[in-house]
C-alpha cells in the first residue's frame, strides 16, 4: 500500500461542475505539493502548503495535516483541466527530507 | 527564459548500452532532482543534488549515477541500461529544497530493449 493514496483514480465531469480530488497519507507530514501533468506529459507546481487553504484562479487546495488528507477543488470545471493531478507528500526522517507522490488522479472534462 | 531543459527527449537502447540523460536549468536555482515514472506507480525520485557539489540518493537509486556539475547543470547516467529502466524520466529544480515549488523539463522517454 502507497503511504500516499488519491481518490479517485479516474474522474469524469462535465464543463461547469465543482470537482473535488482527494490526496490521504499514512505517515506524518509536514507539508504537501499538488501537481499538474498535461496530456503532453509537461508536469507544472499549482500548490504547496502546510496548513490550511490556498487558491489560485478557480483552483483551491486545502489541508488538515492531523487528519492526513488534503483536497483539490475546481470550480466551474473547463474542458483544459482535463489533465492528471498529482500529489506529493514531504515528510521528514530525522533531518532529512523525503517526497512521495501519489500515483494520480486523471480527469477528463467534457463539453 | 527557457526553464529547465532535457536532452535527449527520445532513446532507445540496448541492455547493456550506457547513456547519460542530460538537464539544465537557467533559473539560478539551488536544488535539482531526477525522476522516474512509471505507470501505476508515480513519479519517483532517483537522486537530487540540494546544491552544487552535493548529491544524495533518493528512492530508487540503484543502476544510476549522478553528476552535479555545476549550479545549472544535473546529469543522469546509467552505465548499464536494463529493460527494468524502461520509464520516463523528469529532471526538476527549485530554488531550494522540497518546500519550494519544482519546475519540471519535458521529460524524456526512454526505452530499454
Known amino acids: 500500500k502507497n503511504e500516499v493514496e488519491q481518490s479517485p483514480q479516474n474522474l469524469t465531469a462535465q464543463e461547469g461542475e465543482f470537482i473535488t480530488i482527494n490526496c490521504s497519507y499514512s505517515?506524518?507530514?509536514?507539508?504537501l505539493h499538488w501537481l499538474q501533468q498535461h496530456p503532453g506529459g509537461g508536469i507544472v507546481s499549482l500548490f504547496m502548503?502546510?496548513?490550511g487553504k490556498k487558491k489560485h484562479g478557480r483552483l483551491i487546495a486545502t489541508i488538515n495535516i492531523q487528519e492526513k488528507h488534503s483536497s483539490l477543488h475546481i470550480t466551474a470545471s473547463h474542458p483544459r483541466d482535463s489533465a492528471v493531478y498529482i500529489c506529493?507528500?514531504?515528510?521528514?526522517?530525522?533531518?532529512?527530507?523525503?517526497?512521495?507522490f501519489g500515483t494520480g488522479t486523471r480527469l477528463q472534462v467534457t463539453l | 527564459n527557457a526553464g529547465v531543459t532535457q536532452t535527449p527527449k527520445f532513446q532507445v537502447l540496448k541492455t547493456g548500452q550506457s547513456m547519460t540523460l542530460q538537464c539544465a536549468q537557467d533559473?539560478?536555482?539551488?536544488?535539482m532532482y531526477w525522476y522516474r515514472q512509471d505507470p501505476g506507480m508515480g513519479l519517483r525520485l532517483i537522486y537530487y543534488?540540494?546544491?552544487?557539489?552535493?548529491?544524495d540518493k533518493g528512492e530508487v537509486p540503484n543502476g544510476y549515477n549522478v553528476s552535479r556539475l555545476n549550479k545549472r547543470e544535473f546529469s543522469l547516467r546509467l552505465e548499464s541500461a536494463a529493460p527494468s529502466q524502461t520509464s520516463v524520466y523528469f529532471c526538476?529544480?527549485?530554488?531550494?529544497?522540497?518546500?519550494?515549488?519544482?519546475?519540471f523539463g519535458p521529460g524524456t522517454r526512454l526505452t530499454v530493449l
Open positions: 526538476a529544480s527549485s530554488w531550494w529544497d522540497f518546500y519550494n515549488e519544482q519546475f
Open positions: 505517515v506524518g507530514i509536514s507539508a
Open positions: 502548503l502546510s496548513s
Open positions: 506529493a507528500a514531504i515528510t521528514l526522517t530525522g533531518t532529512a527530507s523525503k517526497l512521495t
Open positions: 533559473m539560478n536555482h539551488n536544488s
Open positions: 543534488s540540494a546544491s552544487e557539489g552535493t548529491t
